[in-house]
């Protein structure tokens, strides 16, 4: 899995600072992961091929979460994109482009697809051969969900020892990675366990803002790869947490300890800060594994 | 009169170039044409003060001239703005605007007026103490309109010497100044002729993006001080402008020429060419006066 980030402050953009949106590599498929105003020009610098994105996830309908989903869309179409794109988000997200490309009397060329979310439970919203996402319902200001996307398992591994020994042909490699038996000639059957080794373990990544902290969601966490958790505010405001319903640096921490991730991504961070670095500091006295995003980083797990 | 430029360039925004917006300030007011994605930003780099736009003018719902609107409103509020904003734009503009604020739960702080266009014949829009603006109809794929800003006449210039021969009292400078005769102690009236001379001449700015060539509005034009015109295209390239309704330079230059304004500034240029000098070579070949505009350059007239 690769994550790139191309913005990660809250609120406004800034000159040197972008709002949210992230690419997902995930199988060696691309997902982009909301998308604040400047998004498009962040993929360019970040050199991401935009015919790549199949799939676009918008958490909720505040403006540094989807502002740029419009012109992306409509650059698209400028490139004349002919695939099609799948936009999953709150419910309204449909009405609200169509109407921009109305206006602009600018229909796209390739095939749009909205899938407007308003369960307030987790659920599956899409299986691909490579990968699943599912929904996690954030607790916001205004309607909001994470994404939760887990690798599907990779082939089996060919034990190639084994494999030599009973003179297999490689023809049947395929399907013995598949998890199939192998029948050699002569009719004898040698059992796929003993050929093959469990596939790489599949990763997961799960994006979680804007959110005020909440337990309720540690479930559905529970050992994924990488959390990205918001961490709005350092405990010294901890006071606004509460009202604004974002999260402070520990509890990201308090969520990734008892979820217990592998690695935690800090980021959203409110634009009052000069060093991020601080959100590091206080996370780590909660939770050992904390990383922090930043404008153009790139994480590879 | 000073036209900073923030954005030039039509269709997507890209790495180093805008798309279509820039700031005028007239008799020291501050006014926003077009608001492409990014403005925002681009407003911070170039340090124009948020709070002093009160106007902002839109010529047509393309992405490219509006996409930044709802994110600059969005941060206006962010930015606890109390004072009144105005919107001149297409009808339509306060539907696509005010869904996006419903959807996030974002309504303004800060009143704000829509005023939406639906005329075809030009229209006086806004009448300030210091400048008006009118309505200049484009050809373009979709309804769209340029503005013409005339500043209001400053006063009137005292002739000192006169004043001081006469002996008139301070307190009397700023009626004259209006015009207003000035009289003595003993009844002795000196008209206003006779101590003022007229005022600095009164500038005016037309902008002219996105419009195919339309000599119609040559009447509209005359004599204006600068006209920004789009020159999408070069004339290598001129089969292209009549299908998309654009310009070359050459037809703005012969809008300029027989508009007999002082200046020409082109702009909106196709993100195709790399040297934009030669925008500036062809539509000298009509006319005189022309300047380039580009991201980030100011002008003072």
Redesign the interface.
Known sequence: MKLTILGCYA?????FTNPTSQVLEINNELVLIDCG??T??EL??NKVKFSRIKHIFISH???DHF??L??LI??FR??NRESELHIYG?K??K??IT??LK????WTSYPLYFHELDSKEPENILNTKKFSVETIPLKH??YANGFLFREKPGDRKLLMNEVLNHNIDVAYYRGIKKGKDAILEDGTVIANSKLTSDPEPSMSYAFCSDTKYNPDMVEQLKEVTVLYHESTFLEEHAYLANPTKHSTAKEAAAIARAANVSTLVLGHYSTRYNDIQLFKTEAEEIFSSVELADDGKIFSF
Chains 1, 2 share one sequence.
Do not use: Y
Request: glycine fraction near 14%; aromatic fraction near 2%.
């Open positions: 609120a406004t953009p800034r000159t105003e400047g498009q020009v360019r610098r309908l505040h403006g502002f740029g419009v012109g409509s650059t400028l490139l709150p309204g997200i009405e609200v109407l921009q206006l602009s009397s600018s200001r205004i």
